[in-house]
């Protein structure tokens, strides 16, 4: 089935590590992207999107993402995590076609210590 | 302030006792969507509405049904909730109809309900 994936459902860090978080999605053609985060008891906000052109997206708070179309991947990395980016992250396609239609992965949950 | 404003926030019920979860936005947003947040399932579509009048199914629509009467409003309707129905509710709303990918999805701040 078509679908989105992100690889790790729960990943701790300390502060100051590197992030890198997966995504990768089933569905072929062109593919609208994003990343969404939700902050603990908040709604979910956008960090950044790909729609086409640099497959290196920057997005807000220190945030990028590379899009590799031959790896159907879209990961989201950070160079150096702070605590306030303890937060529930999801990736979501719109795939070719389906305009209206956001599809989103599981969430991976990211704990960052002091 | 520009904002999706869901109520209640928190709700429990008993299963077969209709329930409404409103939802209203004052961005003048053409496009709606009602998702649902589960653990390791992330956010499903059960409904969106491309402009008044206009309701169309999303992927997990059975057991709900949504009404766009008015643009501002798109409340969620169980008409017997059931306890598999337990989850948090999110609205959504979005400037471009038929558009989504153009413009970022404004969400509301949830809707815990749990049905016993």
């Known amino acids: 089935a078509q679908s989105v994936s992100q690889h790790n459902h729960h990943v701790i860090l300390s502060e100051a590590a590197s992030l890198e978080l997966g995504c990768n999605y089933s569905?072929?053609?062109?593919?609208?992207l994003f990343w969404y985060v939700q902050y603990p008891g908040q709604h979910l906000q956008l960090l950044l999107k790909?729609?086409?052109?640099?497959?290196l997206v920057k997005g807000i708070k220190g945030f990028e993402a590379e899009f590799i179309k031959s790896k159907f991947s879209f990961n989201l990395r950070k160079p150096s995590v702070q605590w306030s980016d303890t937060a529930e992250y999801f990736c979501?396609?719109?795939?070719?076609?389906?305009?209206?239609?956001?599809?989103f992965g599981a969430g991976t949950r990211l704990a960052v210590h002091p | 302030e520009a904002q999706v404003t869901q109520n209640p926030r928190y709700l429990i019920t008993v299963t077969g006792k209709k329930l409404t979860v409103t939802c209203s936005q004052n961005?003048?947003?053409?496009?709606m969507s009602w998702y649902r947040q589960d653990p390791g399932l992330g956010l499903r579509q059960i409904y969106y509405?491309?402009?008044?009048?206009?309701?169309d199914k999303g992927d997990v629509p059975e057991g709900y049904k949504v009404s766009r009467k008015e643009k501002r409003n798109f409340p969620l309707i169980l008409e017997s909730p059931s306890p598999n129905q337990t989850s948090l509710y999110f609205c959504?709303?979005?400037?471009?109809?038929?558009?989504?990918?153009?413009?970022?999805?404004?969400f509301g701040n949830g809707t815990r309900l749990t049905v016993t």
């Open positions: 569905y072929g053609g062109t593919v609208n």
């Open positions: 959504a709303s979005s400037v471009d109809r038929g558009r989504v990918y153009n413009s970022p999805l404004h």
């Open positions: 979501a396609v719109i795939p070719s076609g389906g305009y209206n239609k956001l599809i």
């Open positions: 790909y729609f086409s052109g640099d497959p």
């Open positions: 509405s491309m402009n008044v009048e206009v309701t």
């Open positions: 961005m003048n947003h053409e496009y």
